[in-house]
């Protein structure tokens, strides 16, 4: 399986959109890994994971045909992972297949975007009051934590963050029958009934993105719904203890927020010693 970081910042980006605290300041004028845009990712060609305000940045920097994209999977709603006014420029006159309006009414392929109730509402005036993107070809389907199902080629299983209780937050177990990944944001420390979820079926994970808002603390601070450097290693400890992780599974450091002070080169020099990769937008994985 192929993993490309389109974006690996927390909501405000780093450098943030009106900070001028020191990080911010050194990401200005490093530019480089130290520009991360809000987190985005993608499997294969083909399974978009959250559409966020950045997607429009990373389709151009990227040279990204998201036409091409099946499946789209929403962890939450919270305005960094979801952008739903933007997908209403997925139908004419604001995309054409092919320009050939016979076939771009017959043809234009739906996309698949998986969500919870709990975001599908949250969004909910966007869909329901303004009513366009019920015109666009877009398939919602709701998903239940711990419930798998299948998109394009990808097993997944949505299992609970533990991130917005009220609004159903996600994290995503994604399978192509080879290897497994699990993107593991945005959740604080896993909810018992995640760990117990693990405990019965034992995945073997070949990948694992961590929620690192809090870079690299090594103290268990950081409120209670993301997590740290501390965090993620108990974790992957306990990944680890119920043979879920093995010396194979690569560990990554993701979603990084301008509040953890760390360049890049920074959170190198600490987290790597401790076994751990530290993402970056355009990183690309393969396991
Ligand atoms: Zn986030
Ligand atoms: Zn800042
Ligand atoms: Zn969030």
Redesign the pocket.
């Known amino acids: 399986m192929k993993l490309k970081y389109l974006g690996t910042a927390a909501?405000e980006g780093i450098p943030a959109l009106f900070c001028s605290c020191p990080l911010c300041k050194r990401a200005r004028s490093l530019g480089g890994k130290d520009i991360r845009s809000r987190a985005q990712a993608l499997v294969g060609d083909d399974l978009l994971i959250d559409f966020g305000p950045d997607t429009y940045w990373h389709m151009c920097r990227y040279g990204l045909d998201l036409s091409k994209i099946r499946s789209l999977l929403i962890t939450?709603a919270?305005e960094?992972?979801y952008s739903p006014a933007e997908l209403d420029y997925r139908r004419r006159p604001f995309a054409y297949l092919s320009g050939d309006k016979e076939r771009d009414d017959k043809d234009f392929p739906t996309l698949d975007v998986y969500l919870s109730k709990g975001s599908y509402d949250y969004a909910g005036v966007k869909f329901h009051e303004e009513n366009y993107l019920l015109s666009a070809p877009l398939t919602f389907h709701r998903v239940w934590a711990f419930r798998p199902f299948t998109a394009g080629k990808y097993t997944v299983t949505p299992l609970t963050a533990n991130?917005?209780p009220d609004h159903e937050?996600l994290i995503y177990l994604i399978t192509d029958g080879k290897s497994t990944l699990l993107y593991a944001h945005?959740t604080g420390l896993f909810p018992q009934e995640t760990l117990d979820w693990f405990k019965e079926n034992r995945p073997r994970l070949d990948f694992v993105s961590f929620d690192c808002t809090g870079m690299a603390d090594g103290h268990d601070t950081g409120g209670g719904r993301h997590m740290n450097l501390y965090r993620n290693k108990i974790t992957r400890e306990q990944l680890t203890e119920l043979g879920c992780g093995t010396e194979k599974t690569l560990w990554c450091c993701n979603h990084f927020s301008h509040n953890g002070k760390s360049t890049h080169a920074e959170l190198v020099g600490i987290m790597e010693k401790e076994g751990f990769l530290v993402s970056y937008d355009g990183m690309e994985a393969e396991f």
């Open positions: 909501a939450h919270h960094d992972h991130h917005w937050a945005d």
